[in-house]
């Protein structure tokens, strides 16, 4: 049966993997997002600039079976160099953009019989690391959002949350733009390797699907073990 998803910030990233593995699954994607970046001309596609204080979202009636909101920055940092400026800008692309998202389109969400919000966290939550406070404390309001809609919205609407580590996307790309970085990425996951878009989108599609129809309130790790192993 073809659904309708809706993902801001699926031009790009791990975001343009599951606009892919969902379109090839035969289902309706439309995608928000500054530019058209990877989407092919057949992709139904808004320009939305989610780091603007004044968010204008598009007018949309279809009636979704999901929100993705993917959007997300990694600017780290020594807190003492951090400014209020940087936490506002921050938690606007990451939290405010999400909400207002929300907040737009939960209504084409309760016209379907089996719906789902699915929002991106961090491994950096839950696993404190330095240069990290910035990002840390937006997903980590990200993490309270999705615990308490999932509470609020069920039982028709699930909400989770996944928190991945670090990932070859073009976010992460001056995190990854020598080999020599790249080699030090893979050696701190248990996993020896960095994750790959195509991997996580890949859970994300089946948290969507309704083989997951019982989980909600969670934050899935898709970290390669980062968060929870040590070797």
Do not use: C
Request: hydrophobic share 40%; charged share 20%.
């Amino acid at each position: 049966m073809q659904k309708t998803y809706l993902i801001a910030g699926g031009s790009t990233g791990i975001g343009f993997a599951l606009y892919q593995q969902l379109s090839d699954a035969g289902h309706h994607v439309i995608v928000l997002s500054r530019e058209r970046h990877n989407l092919p001309d057949s992709a139904e596609h808004h320009v939305v600039d989610f780091s603007d204080p004044a968010l204008v979202l598009p007018e949309i009636t279809a009636e979704l079976n999901g929100i993705i909101y993917m959007p997300g920055s990694i600017l780290l940092k020594p807190f003492r160099s951090i400014g209020r400026a940087d936490f506002l800008n921050d938690y606007q692309l990451n939290v405010i953009g999400a909400v207002e998202t929300i907040k737009k389109y939960q209504a084409l969400l309760s016209k379907t019989q089996v719906s789902s919000i699915l929002l991106m966290s961090t491994v950096a939550v839950g696993t404190g690391m330095p240069y990290h406070s910035l990002v840390a404390s937006s997903k980590g309001a990200i993490e309270g959002l999705t615990r308490a809609l999932a509470a609020e919205l069920s039982p028709n609407v699930r909400v989770n949350a996944i928190a991945p580590s670090l990932s070859d996307t073009p976010l992460a790309e001056k995190l990854l733009n020598t080999e020599e970085k790249k080699q030090a990425g893979k050696e701190r996951h248990p996993m020896k390797q960095i994750g790959q878009p195509e991997d996580i989108a890949s859970y994300m599609a089946w948290l969507l699907s309704d083989a997951s129809k019982f989980i909600t309130g969670q934050i899935l790790s898709i970290d390669g073990g980062m968060g929870s192993l040590r070797k």
